[in-house]
């Protein structure tokens, strides 16, 4: 199975760039993973957030087939610890997708066309974090996982 973590827009501090090339790395191991960058919308500033949300919501739809299997990294998702995570990607991996789309959203969020399409929602923590920053913390959450699943000593109980 495949995994994508799909976002809007580039990152732009070095510092996020080089801990998710870091994590990207090592995932490399494990299984194969990919981000996919959706290019900002263009003259957002002069948009409401609704429209910005629609439009983002439009371009991460076309990125999505209909037998992938995907999850919001939303706020109001359910909320795991680094093991039972690990348990919920290992599950998505014998399950048979094809692929696992992990989507991170916009600063306003999802549209609500992606919300129908989402198959579930995952919270990182109950905290915000920078959509930015977001991906750095999912990608070493990921790679925790894997070494979870694997025995590996990376994790501390």
């Given amino acids: 199975m495949k995994i994508e973590l799909l976002v809007i ?3 732009d501090a ?3 760039k080089s ?3 870091e ?3 090592r995932l490399t191991r494990y299984c194969p993973y990919e981000m996919c960058i959706i290019p900002d919308i263009k003259n957002s500033k002069s948009m409401s957030e609704a429209v910005q949300k629609e439009r983002e919501g439009e371009l991460i739809l076309s990125h999505i087939q209909t037998s992938d299997f995907v999850v919001l990294l939303d706020e109001r998702g359910k909320s795991f610890s680094s093991t039972n995570f690990a348990r ?3 599950q998505k991996m014998v ?3 094809k ?3 992990l ?3 916009g600063p306003y969020g999802f549209s609500d066309a992606v919300y129908s399409r989402a198959n579930d929602k995952i919270s990182l923590s109950a905290m915000t974090f920078s959509h930015q920053m977001v991906r750095l913390i999912f990608v070493e959450q990921l790679y925790r996982a894997m070494t979870i699943l694997k025995g590996e000593p990376y994790h501390h109980e």
Avoid: F, Q, S
């Fill in 99 to 101: 692929r696992l789309i």
């Fill in 9 to 11: 827009g580039k990152t």
């Fill in 14 to 16: 070095e510092y996020l």
């Fill in 95 to 97: 399950a048979g997708n």
């Fill in 103 to 105: 989507v991170v959203g």
């Fill in 88 to 90: 919920y990607i290992e």
């Fill in 23 to 25: 994590y990207e790395k």
């Fill in 19 to 21: 801990g998710i090339a």
